[in-house]
T-cell receptor
Framework: NAGVTQTPKFRILKIGQSMTLQCTQDMNHNYMYWYRQDPGMGLKLIYYSVGAGITDKGEVPNGYNVSRSTTEDFPLRLELAAPSQTSVYFC?????????FGPGTRLTVT | EDQVTQSPEALRLQEGESSSLNCSYTVSGLRGLFWYRQDPGKGPEFLFTLYSAGEEKEKERLKATLTKKESFLHITAPKPEDSATYLCAVPFQAAGNKLTFGGGTRVLVKP
């Protein structure tokens, strides 16, 4: 099992550009999550999904969109990137209880 | 509002110097408390789940304990490889598997 994989590992965007962060899990988990982590801080939930076709907002959803067309994939879309979106983004999944995290995508918006 | 607070923010230890990290929470009807370890540049790695007051879990030099208001992560005789950020998290009250994370404690163990 690869667990939770994320691509890309690093990305630099210019202000106003768009991109999609990819997340895939091979554990057949229903629940998937996107978090952002700013330097020296904990994790803040952006969006989550309880199953294919079902998504909902977390604490900090503004500027982001998600979709969940399959159990395995949960991409995060950034439209019109802003410097405030500079952060490390983590995807996670769970069946129940503890969540399993991917390695993260480090995004810089300049 | 569900809240999770970790202290201290940072901890510098000499190798072999035992210490404890604190995670306090204000969530009614606790449905589990999770501890994670995060190394620089990596995603959090699951350590323990605790469900009820009085419960303890151990893994190598780490022991997690739980009361009705807080959890402690005890590091006994730490080694440099125990250096990491330790995060605790609790499920949101009304939302199933969503977690609220504390800000973390950065632990540095010097040889």
């Amino acid at each position: 099992n690869a667990g939770v994989t994320q691509t890309p590992k690093f990305r630099i965007l210019k202000i106003g550009q768009s991109m999609t962060l990819q997340c895939t899990q091979d554990m057949n988990h229903n629940y998937m999550y996107w978090y952002r982590q700013d330097p020296g801080m904990g994790l803040k939930l952006i969006y989550y999904s309880v199953g294919a076709g079902i998504t909902d907002k977390g604490e900090v959803p503004n500027g982001y969109n998600v979709s969940r067309s399959t159990t395995e994939d949960f991409p995060l879309r950034l439209e019109l990137a802003a410097p405030s979106q500079t952060s490390v983004y983590f995807c996670a999944s769970t069946a129940v209880g503890e969540q399993y995290f991917g390695p993260g995508t480090r995004l810089t918006v300049t | 509002e569900d809240q999770v607070t970790q202290s201290p923010e940072a901890l510098r230890l000499q190798e072999g110097e035992s210490s404890s990290l604190n995670c306090s929470y204000t969530v009614s009807g606790l449905r589990g408390l999770f501890w994670y370890r995060q190394d620089p540049g990596k995603g959090p790695e699951f350590l323990f789940t605790l469900y009820s007051a009085g419960e303890e879990k151990e893994k190598e030099r780490l022991k997690a304990t739980l009361t009705k208001k807080e959890s402690f992560l005890h590091i006994t005789a730490p080694k440099p490889e125990d250096s990491a950020t330790y995060l605790c998290a609790v499920p949101f009250q009304a939302a199933g598997n969503k977690l609220t994370f504390g800000g973390g404690t950065r632990v540095l163990v010097k040889p």
